[in-house]
Each structure stands twice: as structure tokens, then as C-alpha cells.
């Protein structure tokens, strides 16, 4: 069975490419919330991290740099263009903003000093990944928009002109400009804004790709096979952005956490891992440092060179080990 393949859907509901289960039993989920001793938040705010957005007139000497703005937003500068993916700027991650998980740190950039963007990535619908507030402050730029099917209704709700949106299939390709494709693949996740809309909008991860370079963004998944056939497929990559955050037996199917994103990293036959989706909001009962710490231990097992960034430091992708350790003192 090949998993590179367009999305297949029952009725109105997308499908994962293997048997997926997210029934979480909520009585047990409140038990093990109630029972929890782990820090899942720090216990002093970490930063202030501000990002020096001058640092944007100038190119990156090869090309690549990355500047992890928190959680799966990122900034990726690419041979020549900017893209932004999931861009997420609320203080929670919520359908309220006065419950619901909070940040741990401001934004190190606002969106006012955002440099001129090619493209808005949005992997899937959930709260963390799509913000409404931010879509509205971004509908004003008039930047090109790429998402999986269905997440499109929103961002037209939120302001974007459909004539600024592109939908990808798993396995569809858009050119971004000259010289750039961008990939939609697979992941094993799910979506839905509310517990009555679920697996009604895609879910995916993407692959980014020049003449020069070749990434891969990850967004939400949980583990399988797939991952070793897009590496084969569309692989090596320079650099793979990858969850290591938000994991839990209780939810194992649709979040990889720190040991099975690093085996994701080295089956898409990635060169250097750059962690996401941890050490921005609370969503899951270990300790906050943990899928940081534990993918450090991994990574020096086995020579993998990590870019492990301070929140909002623009850092050039050199294929170098590069870790700031920025959480050790919060």
C-alpha cells in the first residue's frame, strides 16, 4: 500500500492513511489531569524574546534561515521567499480569549514588523494552528494563502479573498512564485474546530522545495509508515520541522512526541531537526521541558545536529548543531 496518495474521504469525513483512534476517554483524561504532578507550565515566564526584524533587509548568505516564532509558527526564508506557516499570535489558543491554554511567552515579533511575505501556510483547523484574530490582522496584506482542503471556508470567513486561497490535496503541488513548490503529504491527525465538525476539513504536513533546498514541515501526526515513503519519495531534507510536544498515551495515535518525531526525522531522511509544537502552550499532562529533553538525549545518541533556537532568533540553516538551551532557567 502506497500512503502517497490523495485523501480519501467516508461521506463528509476525511480519512488517516491507517486506522486512527482519538475516542479519548474523558473520564480518564480528567483523572489523569487531576492526578498530575508534572511542571506543565514554567514556573517563571520565560523571556522577554524579542526578534530584531532589521535583520529581515538582509538576506540569508545561503539562503536558508528559519526563525521559530513559537509553537508551529515559523518564519522560513528559502532562496528568495518568506513564508509564514501556521501562524498563531493569541495570547490562548482557544475558541474564548479568556479560557483556554495560554502562552508562556509574548510573540518575539509582531505582526506589524513581519517583513513581506510569499506565502501563508495553514496545516489544519485547530485552535493552535488557526487563529482567527490573526487571519483578520493578516487578511489586510494581501498575501497568497495555502491549505488543506476545506480549512479555505475559514480563512474566507476570517478575510481572506478566495482569490488568495489555494487548497492542496495530499500530494498536489503549488509553484510559490519562481522556483519554489510547495507539497502537501500526508500526516495521521485529525481536525475540527468543534467536537460536531471533525475530520471535515484536511490535515497535512509540507514539503518546501528550490533548486537549492529542499525542507519539510511537519505540522500535527502521529506515527506511521508514511513517513519513510516521503522520505524516499521527496527526500533527503536539509531541515525537518517536527512536533515533539503535546504527547500522551492517551492520544498516541495522533501526536508523535520526542522519541517517534525522531524517528519520523530520520525516516523522511532528514539532515537537521528543528523541534516544534512544544515550550509555547500547555496541551498535555508531561512536563513542559521533557520533549526537549528528551530529543536532546536522543540526538547525541545518535550524532543528529539539532536547531534549537532561542523563541524569535533568526537562525541560518547550516546543517551545524545549533542549540540555545533557552528554557533551562524558567
Known amino acids: 500500500m502506497s500512503f502517497l496518495q490523495p485523501a480519501r474521504k467516508e461521506g463528509?469525513?476525511?480519512l488517516n492513511p491507517v486506522n486512527t483512534s482519538i475516542a479519548t476517554n474523558l473520564f480518564k483524561v480528567l483523572v489523569a489531569y487531576l492526578a498530575n504532578k508534572n511542571q506543565v507550565r514554567p514556573l517563571h515566564a520565560p523571556g522577554p524574546f524579542i526578534t530584531d526584524a532589521t535583520i529581515y533587509k538582509t538576506d540569508p548568505a545561503n539562503?536558508?534561515?528559519v526563525t521559530w516564532l513559537g509553537h508551529s509558527t515559523l518564519l522560513i526564508e528559502i532562496d528568495g521567499k518568506r513564508i509564514l506557516t501556521d501562524p498563531v499570535w493569541s495570547e490562548r489558543v482557544s475558541f474564548s480569549s479568556v479560557i483556554g491554554p495560554k502562552r508562556?511567552?509574548?510573540?518575539?515579533?509582531?505582526?506589524?514588523?513581519?517583513?513581506?511575505?510569499?506565502?501563508?501556510?495553514?496545516?489544519?483547523?485547530?485552535?493552535?494552528?488557526l487563529d482567527k484574530a490573526t487571519i483578520h490582522i493578516l487578511a489586510a496584506k494581501n498575501i497568497p494563502f495555502y491549505c488543506s482542503l476545506g480549512v479555505g471556508k475559514y480563512l474566507q470567513q476570517y478575510g481572506i479573498p478566495a482569490s488568495c486561497i489555494t487548497e492542496l490535496n495530499w500530494t498536489e503541488q503549488a509553484a510559490i512564485g519562481n522556483n519554489c513548490t510547495l507539497i502537501a503529504t500526508p500526516s495521521r491527525h485529525f481536525s475540527g474546530r468543534s467536537l460536531f465538525n471533525r475530520f471535515q476539513t484536511l490535515w497535512s504536513s509540507f514539503i518546501i522545495g528550490t533548486s537549492r533546498h529542499n525542507i519539510y514541515f511537519g505540522a500535527d501526526s502521529g506515527w506511521f509508515p508514511g513517513f519513510e515513503e516521503i522520505?524516499?519519495?521527496?527526500?533527503?531534507f536539509d531541515l525537518t520541522m517536527i512536533e515533539i510536544g503535546a504527547s500522551d498515551p492517551l492520544w498516541a495515535d495522533i501526536h508523535l512526541g520526542p522519541e517517534l518525531a525522531f524517528q519520523a526525522h530520520l525516516a523522511l531522511k532528514g539532515k537537521q531537526m528543528?523541534?516544534?509544537?512544544w515550550g509555547t502552550f500547555s496541551l498535555a499532562l508531561h512536563d513542559w521541558r521533557q520533549p526537549i529533553e528528551k530529543l536532546q538525549q536522543l540526538a547525541a545518541q545518535q550524532g543528529v545536529p539539532l536547531l534549537v533556537p532561542r523563541p524569535g532568533e533568526p537562525v541560518n540553516v547550516t546543517g551545524a548543531d545549533y542549540n540555545t538551551h533557552w528554557w533551562l532557567n524558567s
Do not use: E, T
Not at 511567552?105 to 493552535?128: G, I, K, R
Not at 522520505?231 to 533527503?236: D, H, I, K, L, M
Not at 528543528?274 to 509544537?277: C, M, N
Open 12 to 14: 463528509n469525513k476525511f
Open 63 to 65: 539562503g536558508l534561515r
Open 104 to 129: 508562556f511567552f509574548a510573540p518575539p515579533l509582531s505582526l506589524q514588523d513581519l517583513p513581506p511575505l510569499d506565502a501563508v501556510l495553514v496545516s489544519h483547523d485547530h485552535y493552535d494552528h
Open 231 to 236: 522520505g524516499n519519495a521527496y527526500g533527503p
Open 274 to 277: 528543528l523541534p516544534i509544537h
